[in-house]
């Protein structure tokens, strides 16, 4: 069973390139998340899904976009990287909102 | 946005020690989580709390849900060094606030004492 995996792992962007992070999860929740985590500020939510067909954005959602055609995956698009979209992103699921959260390894980003 | 404060920020600790940290909030919460993240690791979850007042054990570890549902704490005993990393609180909000989903503190760094 891989719970949540993410790639890449690693990641280093130009100012202005776009880049599309995966995520997939196979324990088949119908919750899926994405959050950046910056160095000393926690967690934030940028999108979540609450089934195939249904996103919406959460606390900080400008630049990025989301789709989930299927259970499975929730892939996160950057369009027009900036430097202050540098980051560590993790996926996560959980089969009902406010429920445990299962978190991907991370993808660390850097935009230069 | 909501927020949970967590504390203390960061600590230091020697194998052996008992260690304690808290989140608190000026709102009530319906689900406690604790998550432990080490460096370049996923945040992974320790203890789940779904009811005020429940005290939870998992191994070493010991969370509790407030009873006035706004805080949680969490106690790791005799510590090890493996138990370095950072711990995060996360709460779902009892009136649905922040769409149902979790909200995260900033996390505790535990260090050990040089």
């Known amino acids: 069973n891989a719970g949540v995996t993410q790639t890449p792992k690693f990641r280093i962007l130009k100012i202005g390139q776009s880049m599309t992070l995966q995520c997939t999860q196979d324990?088949?929740?119908?919750?899926m998340y994405w959050y950046r985590q910056d160095p000393g500020m926690g967690l934030k939510l940028i999108y979540y899904?609450?089934?195939?067909?249904?996103?919406d954005k959460g606390e900080v959602p400008n630049g990025y976009n989301v789709s989930r055609s299927t259970t499975e995956d929730f892939p996160l698009r950057l369009e027009l990287a900036a430097p202050s979209q540098t980051s560590v992103y993790f996926c996560?699921?959980?089969?009902?909102?406010?429920?445990?959260?299962?978190f991907g390894p991370g993808t660390r980003l850097t935009v230069t | 946005g909501q927020q949970l404060n967590q504390s203390p920020q960061s600590m230091f600790i020697q194998e052996g020690e008992d260690v304690s940290m808290n989140c608190t909030s000026s709102s009530i919460f319906n689900t406690w989580l604790w998550y432990k993240q080490d460096p370049g690791e996923g945040p992974v979850l320790l203890i789940a709390?779904?009811?005020?007042?429940e005290l939870t054990s998992n191994g070493r570890l010991t969370a509790q849900f407030g009873i006035t549902r706004k805080d949680s704490f969490l106690n790791i005993s005799a510590s090890i060094p493996s138990d370095v990393g950072i711990y995060f609180c996360a709460g779902q909000l009892y009136y649905g606030g922040s769409q149902g989903n979790l909200i995260f503190g900033k996390g505790t760094k535990l260090s050990v004492k040089p």
């Open positions: 324990m088949n929740h119908n919750y």
């Open positions: 709390l779904y009811k005020a007042g």
């Open positions: 899904s609450v089934g195939a067909g249904i996103t």
């Open positions: 996560a699921s959980s089969f009902v909102a406010g429920f445990e959260q299962y």
